[in-house]
């Protein structure tokens, strides 16, 4: 049996080696509603308990979760697939009174009994955090690139789905095992009974290092029709170099993250009139054959304000979505726009020779009175073009606002209650009669 490939988190969690499981692809996840083995891919190792239990739910992650008591529950991945993976656990552990022993895995951390999140590198046990010593769920998300063969660590102690920032700063956590290829397997081990839910192991794209927080989406398996979608996290790092905020580029990496093949990823052009459609294939964004004509995902760049559009494939289940960013840099997070960035962003409004119609689709990522819009300037408009807002708890029900001259500025012209000021994350079309395109920059 082979356990140099593995991830190990001892104390409440941890990886190992199982060849009798059947081997599950990612992105997976898994909260543990029936009873366990809660599918194929888990088993468990013996001499103890484990089982699902409601005592043991994570809070706005279901109805139940994951006792382990004295045993170890094995979650087997598919071997010789993954270099660079996201994985994420919600443990209510036991903290540790002594220094435990790791054998055959790549990497481990564990809480001692002082709250201290102990992290192996290299084999020797590192001290990246404190102030985990309450008995509670905490996230963790494990960062593991066998490329470099070093991983990170993030935590949070807030709810479900909270931001999680990077315990092992300044630190590079190499593996404890030489040259693993993949990662084969996730582990939850616990000697006395610990508390576990909300497992996720997701692709990565980018190296260990190079973001100090994670947002995290999580892609319902309820919603398979087409959906608006706004990026959780929008980083300075995406706008340099040009090329990194595009479709093909690390912002596209980031949404991949959390999709399996077959979704589509619908994003506004304005040069196609209209959503380009891109299918997840693989490790790739490709142009969908529905839309000839459309931007190769390199050279479809993705804004704050882009309209983009998710069709997740009937037969996926719910997946996890990670987006690295630095907390000093974000442009906007969970669709709120961080001002004082100094970040410049450009786009244009269409006119009616770049789009017969004059239409652009945004969707807005700050909570804006309408008479401050940024694009509000005579040089854009002309008395008579049209603004149409909804809301993303009422996304069919539209609030029409017309331009007037000569002051400039928008007057309601259909809908009994005005949209102003403008929510993050509503959706906007604005109809221009001019010919000619308007160029927009926005400085955050």
């Known amino acids: 049996m082979n356990v140099r490939h593995a991830l190990s988190i001892v104390g409440a969690l941890g990886l190992l080696v199982s060849t009798s499981l059947a081997a599950t692809t990612a992105p997976y996840s898994q909260s543990f509603e029936a009873a366990f083995p809660p599918d194929a891919h888990w088993g468990a190792g013996g001499g103890g308990t484990v089982e699902s239990s ?48 790791v054998t055959g895995a790549s990497g481990a951390f564990y809480i001692n009994s002082a709250g201290h999140v102990m992290a192996n590198d290299a084999g020797v046990w590192t001290d990246i955090a ?44 190499n593996f404890i095992s030489g040259n693993p290829a993949t990662l084969d397997n996730v582990k939850v081990q616990s000697g006395d009974r610990a508390y576990v839910d909300a497992v996720a192991v997701s692709r990565a794209f980018q190296g260990t290092g190079e973001a100090d927080s994670i947002e995290v989406y999580e892609h319902s398996a309820s919603s398979t029709s087409l959906q ?35 979704d589509q990823i619908y994003v506004w052009s304005g040069n196609n009139w209209g959503y380009n459609q891109y299918a997840v294939s693989g490790n790739n964004l490709t142009v969908d054959g529905d839309t000839p004509g459309a931007e190769v995902p390199s050279s479809m760049p993705v804004y704050t304000m882009t309209s983009l559009q998710i069709d997740q494939a009937n037969v996926r289940g719910t997946t996890f979505g990670f987006y690295p960013y630095s907390n000093v840099t974000a442009v906007a997070v969970a669709g709120e726009v961080q001002t004082g960035t100094g970040v410049t962003e450009d786009f244009e409004l269409n006119g009616t020779t770049a789009q017969p119609q004059g239409w652009t689709a945004l969707n807005w990522s700050d909570n804006t009175p309408i008479a401050s819009l940024p694009f509000n300037d005579t040089d854009n408009f002309t008395d008579g073009d049209f603004m149409f807002l909804s809301t993303p ?43 000619a395109q308007a160029a927009v920059s926005i400085t955050h």
């Open 54 to 101: 409601a005592s043991a739910v994570l809070a706005n992650a279901g109805s139940s979760g994951l006792i382990v008591s004295n045993d170890i529950a094995t979650l087997s991945i598919a071997q010789s697939s993954y270099t660079n993976v996201w994985i994420q656990i919600y443990a209510r552990p036991v903290k540790g009174s002594g220094t435990p022993t």
């Open 228 to 262: 608006d979608f706004q990026m959780p996290a929008y980083s300075e790092a995406y706008t340099a170099p040009a090329s990194a905020k595009t479709l093909g580029g690390r912002l596209g990496d980031d949404i991949k993250s959390g999709l399996v093949n077959g």
């Open 130 to 173: 404190s102030g985990y010593s309450a008995d509670q769920y905490y996230g963790f998300i494990v960062h593991a690139d066998y490329t470099s063969d070093t991983y990170d660590i993030y935590a949070t102690a807030n709810g479900f789905k909270s931001t999680m920032t990077l315990l092992n700063t300044g630190v590079v956590l």
């Open 393 to 435: 708890g009422n996304p069919n029900s539209w609030t029409v606002y017309e331009w007037q001259e000569p002051t400039g500025y928008w007057f309601r012209r259909v809908g009994a209650i005005p949209i102003d000021p403008i929510p993050s994350g509503a959706n906007m079309w604005v109809k221009r009669q001019d010919a």
